[in-house]
């Protein structure tokens, strides 16, 4: 079993940084891809990246490629998502999720966290 939390959500200026973290109980969390995904109000669960177990392969949405950045720190059980150049269109609830083996697709995680709020003004 794996336990994920999210953090670092909150509202920010077009053009504006945050850093979001998901943080994972257990001792196996290097075992376990991360991914990002967000949903907006009205549209569904969308892939934003996803990160290997050992943080060697990563792959991101078309749209936040050059903007995001996803990373893990394996002795910290937690990897982040920072996110640059924030846009309106950026403005969803992110939530990060775990399972063997890289994907984008939503369905095929196993774990997920309860999710944070990203609100991104004009």
């Known amino acids: 079993q794996v336990q994920l939390v999210e953090s670092g959500g909150g509202l920010v200026q077009a053009g504006g940084s945050l850093r979001l973290s998901c943080t994972a109980s257990?001792?196996?969390?290097?075992?376990?891809?991360v991914g990002w995904f967000r949903q907006a109000p009205g549209k569904e669960r969308e892939f934003v990246a996803v990160?290997?177990?050992?943080?060697?392969?990563?792959d991101y949405a078309d749209s936040v490629k050059g903007r995001f950045t996803i990373s893990r720190d394996n002795a910290k059980n937690t990897v982040y998502l920072q996110m640059n150049s924030l846009k309106p269109d950026d403005t969803a609830v992110y939530y990060c999720?775990?399972?063997?083996?890289?994907?984008?697709?939503?369905?095929?995680?196993?774990?997920w966290g309860q999710g944070t709020q990203v609100t991104v003004s004009s």
């Open positions: 257990g001792r196996t969390f290097d075992s376990y891809a």
């Open positions: 999720a775990a399972r063997r083996g890289t994907s984008k697709v939503a369905a095929l995680y196993d774990y």
């Open positions: 990160i290997s177990r050992i943080g060697g392969t990563t």
